[in-house]
């Protein structure tokens, strides 16, 4: 896996992946920037959101779980003093479906966190705490 950070003016860079998509990343004003884009930090809480979220939505299919819809809400607090790591993660999962199984769902959660996603277990063990929480949403036929 490669990416590629190109530095645009003040605060403001473009990152590219390997496989050629682009995100633009900037600051805040009062830290040189304009604001045109994700800060750094909240592409990484970003990155962690959509890795789950991909394994939750991944299981539940191959449970052949009727899936319709599976958004994945964030809350991260930061240490005070610098480096201001991740110290606290919170995922609540909000799935969508007809007829989900809870168990199914919850199983598909504890897989992601305990197995699958690389960006979670990687900040666990760098000492981040993770939680996870899911409510389950019936839709109609």
């Excluded at 958004?71 to 930061?78: I, K, N, Q, Y």
């Excluded at 504890?110 to 929480?133: F, N, P, Q, T, W």
Aim: aromatic fraction near 4%.
């Amino acid at each position: 896996m490669k990416a590629r950070i190109q530095w645009v003016q003040e605060a403001m860079f473009v990152a590219e992946s390997g496989s050629g998509h682009a995100v633009v990343v900037d600051g805040p004003p009062e830290g040189g920037g304009r604001n045109l884009g994700v800060r750094p930090m909240e592409l990484m809480l970003m990155g962690l959101g959509a890795c789950t979220a991909y394994d939750v939505v991944h299981i539940l299919r191959k449970q052949r779980q009727p899936v319709a819809d599976c958004v994945a809400e964030l809350a991260a607090e930061r240490a005070e003093s610098e480096p201001k790591v991740f110290t606290q993660i919170h995922v609540h999962f909000v799935v969508s479906g007809r007829g989900l199984k809870e168990s199914a769902v919850a199983r598909a959660v504890a897989l992601s966190a305990e197995k699958y996603c690389s960006a979670s277990i990687m900040l666990g063990r760098g000492g981040v705490a993770i939680s996870h929480d899911f409510e389950i949403h019936e839709v109609e036929a």
